[in-house]
């Protein structure tokens, strides 16, 4: 039987009880077998290896040595050598490439901003509720854009409702289109009903596994063709979550007032959140509602959205196996060839 084929049945071998001999094993015992190979090689081998035996010794003794029987040593360690090559072998040492397949569904998020002229309270102080807010969902969307790949766009209303960004996972061009929202680019009024409904407009075509609708007012609706509780209907229709944040604090609130003469002052204006409406669009579309009166709540309500809508990343991992025994066999035979050689040829011993 040539090597290759010893190799092959030794393989096949290993395969059919891999389960049974571990590594850790195939190496006590091959440490077992070379700590036994050097005692045998030590204490008999050399009594045992003399061609012809003399009674006394002593005039070879006093000889000088020479080179092929100072390194003769060479032969011992060879032999030990290609023996630990055999035992890695025997021990089937493999490199392995692990590969990752990624897949994630998922989340489509429209966030709906109130941008009317009651969104100029400076009760968030030392920033008006507009700024803070923008703030608040800058960080949100900054957050998402590190964890997921979900796509999010943004809605902007006063009396009309137009889409300031849609759904994208450039959460660059998301961020820039956030800054640029300003007071004065929708006639003022609070049109809660066609925010909703615009938002459904974008996400309803939406192969997204779960789609979600963000709405941040401070009033109540007061302009649109389209009243809230039918727009949540539509919403739930197309199974879309709505999260509704009531934006300020209860009360009075101080507004900024450009005066001719005095320049920038500040009145008091009574503020009022339609709790209710916002409630119950949530309630129908199995979102929540939430109350932010500061800016430290809305982070928190961020941070709650964020944490309740998660995407789902599944991940399969399998290892690709490249067998090393080769190298080590075909190593652990090259040095016992050459120990064999040398032994009959340099350090061939003569009578």
């Not at 009880?17 to 090689?41: D, N, R, S």
């Not at 990624?102 to 920033?127: H, R």
Request: hydrophobic share 45%; proline share 3%; glycine share 6%.
């Amino acid at each position: 039987m040539s090597f290759l084929e010893f190799a092959g049945l030794t393989v096949s071998l290993f395969d059919k009880y891999e389960a049974k001999i571990t590594p850790i094993m195939v190496f006590i015992g091959g440490a077992v077998l070379i700590v036994a190979l050097l005692w045998f090689q030590l204490r008999y081998r050399r009594a045992r290896s003399a061609t012809i035996k003399y009674s006394d010794i002593k005039i070879v003794k006093r000889a000088s040595h020479t080179h092929r029987q100072r390194f003769r040593f060479i032969l011992t360690a060879l032999r030990v050598l290609a023996l630990v090559l055999f035992i890695v072998a025997f021990a089937r040492p493999r490199s392995g490439t692990e590969y990752q397949e990624v897949t994630s569904e998922g989340i489509d998020i429209m966030m709906c901003l109130d941008v009317s002229s009651s969104m100029q309270a400076e009760d968030f102080k030392p920033y008006n509720r507009l700024y803070v807010c923008k703030e608040e969902m800058k960080k949100f969307v900054s957050k998402r854009a590190n964890e997921s790949n979900d796509r999010i766009g943004l809605v902007v209303f006063a009396r009309y409702s137009y889409t300031q960004c849609p759904v994208t996972t450039d959460y660059g061009v998301l961020l820039n289109f956030i800054d640029q929202v300003d007071f004065g680019v929708v006639e003022d009024g609070t049109a809660i009903g066609m925010a909703i409904a615009n938002s459904v407009n974008r996400l309803r075509e939406s192969p997204a596994k779960s789609k979600v609708i963000i709405l941040l007012t401070d009033g109540d609706n007061n302009a649109g063709e389209i009243d809230p509780i039918t727009a949540a209907n539509l919403a739930a229709a197309f199974d879309i979550k709505v999260y509704t944040i009531g934006a300020g604090k209860p009360g009075n609130a101080m507004f900024p007032y450009q005066d001719p003469l005095f320049g920038k002052r500040y009145v008091y204006q009574p503020t009022k959140i339609d709790e209710e409406t916002l409630k119950a669009i949530a309630e129908k579309t199995g979102g929540k509602f939430y109350r932010a009166r500061s800016g430290e709540e809305l982070e928190e309500i961020y941070g709650l959205i964020d944490r309740l809508e998660k995407t789902e990343i599944e991940v399969a991992s399998h290892i690709q196996y490249k067998e090393l025994f080769y190298y080590f066999a075909y190593a652990g035979l090259a040095f016992l060839v050459l120990e064999v050689v040398l032994a009959n040829s340099y350090f061939r011993k003569l009578p």
